[in-house]
């Protein structure tokens, strides 16, 4: 996993709020039990960064009363990718012809996995082509009506020995929560391939 940036300004006073609560938890134990071995502001601290860090910062009441404004994106992601690829250098078991086409282009089942925690965050994609994962990322939350998130990728080319190379690329996709739908594009590096297209997700599976 790696860090990611986002324009939840704030962001920085929940960690001064554990320093904080770390102190006054530090002495309110002293005075009431004395000193304890082992005790330390320092390992307070670490044990409230932890458990907000991975798991408080997940509870749907902070989120709801806008404490909270980024959103958990933790799960599998199950969709399509609609490329603008040549159809003849994508293999035919690959390509899908029922349901929705968009934009004339090539569509492909895919699906991404992401993990998450209140300030790190990884994207993997995998794919019938190709897979990738994340190496930077952006998750907005005041710009727009629904919260954005934008990540550089590594794709690490073909699975299946063919003329996909290794390549870096961007996606930006907008989380709509009534429908928990990430949907967006893509656009790989002109130097390294040239492709680009739509991405269109739906969460299959929340992994909390």
């Keep these: 996993m790696h860090s990611f940036s986002t324009d939840q300004g704030d962001r920085h006073q929940r ?97 991404i996995t992401i993990k998450q925690t209140w ?8 794919g019938a082509e190709s897979s990738s994962y994340s190496r930077s990322a952006t998750i907005l939350v005041k710009e727009k009506a629904w919260p954005t998130l934008s990540y550089n990728y590594f794709n690490e080319g073909g699975n299946s020995g063919d003329d996909i190379h290794p390549h870096y690329g961007s996606a930006m996709l907008e989380y709509k929560e009534e429908e928990d739908k990430l949907e967006g594009r893509y656009f790989n590096r002109p130097d390294h391939r040239g492709t680009h297209g739509i991405i269109e997700l739906w969460r299959t599976e929340r992994s909390d």
């Design 15 to 111: 960690y001064i709020l554990i320093g904080v609560v770390s102190t006054l938890v530090y002495f309110g134990g002293i005075r009431l039990l004395g000193p304890i071995l082992g005790l330390t502001i320092g390992v307070i601290s670490t044990a409230l960064y932890i458990a907000f860090t991975r798991f408080l910062w997940k509870w749907d009441w902070l989120h709801q009363h806008g404490v909270i404004k980024i959103p958990n994106l933790n799960g599998n992601w199950e969709g399509y990718i609609y490329t603008s690829e040549d159809e003849e250098n994508i293999g035919n078991e690959a390509i899908v012809t029922d349901g929705d086409q968009r934009e004339n282009k090539v569509k492909i089942e895919t699906n």
């Design 119 to 126: 300030d790190r965050i990884r994207i993997s994609l995998g």
